[in-house]
Every structure is written in structure tokens, then in C-alpha cells.
């Protein structure tokens, strides 16, 4: 007797650009579900729950205070030193936590990866809005710190969404190229960490850039999160923390220079994803 195979139905997502964000759209409750679900975990079973993520801010403002602010007394220029670290803290944590989420985001979803078709760049993208928990939470204790020192909110503080986008697309830019790498070659699951790390002390986040050298000042603005943290001084002391727009325009170059090829490298990649994770 003739075996009879049984027909295979295989989903592939649509080659056309306008199709794949149709399909995104369609996706839009499994994005939702995943926020959800690492919202949950991240602080399931923890004995002090959602308030680490105004534990560990607080600590590390306190500790960059006390080197930065005490120890090597760098200028503030007239800005409580406490705001001025939590300034530049809220994009650095927010930047650094999720960057490193969204570049194992896909590791980490392996199983449901493997199963069934969905747009990939759905996981990436909810590391994103998890993300932005953490930050609203790091938001409430600034407002805190700045009700103590008694410090006035400016009409700057209007831009600061401008500034939260550019980071949002900063972290997909560098989530979609890292994240797809990470993939074939799981070295970078130990580099990330490392350039984290080094990227604490080459930005702006426990000191002012108005510190740097002059003649260094052109090299360091390369760093695109010196045009960010700066633009979230800027937004929220006004000011007191003058704004340099060449680095904002740096950063914005250098922003979408690793978002539009990064989507691109990331749709090519993204049919092999099922087969080799």
C-alpha cells in the first residue's frame, strides 16, 4: 500500500516592508503578553518585589554622590550633585538594563521561537516597554529628590519626550543588531556585559560633560548616549546644564545609523532563527 504524506502548511512571513509591520500590528497581543509576563518574573519571588527598581537607583546615586560629588568634588554647577547623578542615571539604567534584556531576548524565547511564526522583532520591542517600568518607577524618586532639594521644573521639560524616544530607538537600534548576532554566536552574551560596564565611565553619568577637555570633547560626543544623558539634564534642570547641540546631533546620526541598517539585518537573519536556536 502507497503511503500517503500528509500536507505541510509552512508560515513565512511576508517579504514586503509594509506587510511585515501589518503582521506586527496583528501581533500586537502576543507583545502585550510578553511585557506582561516579564514584568511579572522579573520580580516574582523576590522579598522586596517591584521596589528594586527604586532600590538600586537610589544606591548607585548615592555612591556616584559620595565619589563623584565628595571625594573628587567635581562642579555642579549650582545643581544639588544628587540630581545631577539621578539625571543621568535614569537613561544610563534604562539604556544598560534593557540593551542587555533585548540582546538575549530571543535566547531567551527560544521555545516559542522554534513553534510558531510571529514577526521576531516582537521580543526585542517588549524589552523595551519592560523597560520603561523600571524607568517611570526611577522617574517617581527624581521627582522625590527634587521636591527635597526644592528645585523648580523648567519649561525645558517639554523636549524630554524627544530625548525618551531617541533612547527607545537607541536601545531597538542596538537590540535588533546584537540580539540577532547573539543567535550564531553566543560570544556575546559575555561582551555585552563587559561593554556595559566600560560604557559607565565613558558617558557622562556620574559627572557633567562640560568637565571633559576641550580638546577630547569631539572624541567623546562619538558615544551616543553623551548626547542623551546630556538632553535629560538639559529637560530636567534646565539651564543650570547647558546643551550642546552638535553631541544631540551626533547622537541622533548615530541612532538611526544603527536602527534603519539594524532592521534590515534583522529581517535577513530572522527566517534562519527557528533552525539554529
Known amino acids: 500500500m502507497n503511503r500517503v504524506d500528509k500536507p505541510v502548511t509552512i508560515i513565512t512571513p511576508r517579504p514586503d516592508f509594509r506587510s511585515y509591520w501589518s503582521d506586527c ?50 562642579p555642579s554647577h549650582h545643581v544639588p550633585y544628587p540630581l545631577l547623578v539621578f539625571a543621568g542615571m535614569l537613561p544610563w539604567q534604562f539604556f544598560s538594563n534593557t540593551f542587555v534584556e533585548a540582546s538575549n531576548s530571543l535566547l531567551g524565547n527560544a521555545n516559542m521561537i522554534s513553534k510558531v511564526y510571529f514577526p521576531r522583532i516582537i521580543i526585542p520591542i517588549s ?15 527624581y521627582a522625590g529628590l527634587a521636591l527635597w532639594y526644592g528645585f523648580p521644573i523648567h519649561w525645558q521639560i517639554l523636549l524630554l519626550p524627544f530625548f525618551i524616544l531617541q533612547l527607545c ?17 553566543r ?43 546630556d538632553g535629560f539634564r538639559w529637560s530636567l534642570l534646565g539651564a543650570s546644564e547647558p546643551l550642546n547641540l552638535l553631541y544631540v546631533i551626533i547622537s541622533v546620526t548615530f541612532t538611526f545609523v544603527l536602527l534603519i541598517p539594524g532592521f534590515y539585518f534583522f529581517r535577513r537573519l530572522e527566517r534562519g532563527f527557528a533552525d539554529i536556536i
Open 127 to 141: 524589552t523595551i516597554f519592560v523597560g520603561l517600568v523600571d524607568f517611570t518607577l526611577s522617574g517617581i524618586i
Open 25 to 74: 500590528l496583528g501581533f500586537r497581543e502576543l507583545m502585550f503578553l510578553l511585557v506582561w509576563r516579564d514584568v511579572l518574573v522579573r520580580y516574582k519571588q523576590t522579598i522586596f518585589g517591584v521596589a528594586w527598581a527604586l532600590v538600586r537607583p537610589f544606591i548607585t546615586m548615592v555612591v556616584f554622590t559620595i565619589v563623584f560629588g565628595h571625594l573628587a568634588n567635581l
Open 169 to 185: 530607538l537607541l536601545i531597538l537600534g542596538c537590540g535588533l543588531w546584537i540580539s540577532a548576532l547573539n543567535v550564531e554566536y
Open 187 to 229: 560570544d556575546f552574551r559575555y561582551i555585552i556585559p563587559f561593554v556595559i560596564q566600560l560604557g559607565t565611565y565613558i558617558s557622562p553619568v556620574g559627572f557633567s560633560s562640560s568637565i571633559v577637555p576641550e580638546k577630547w570633547r569631539l572624541l567623546f560626543a562619538f558615544n551616543p548616549m553623551v548626547g542623551i544623558i
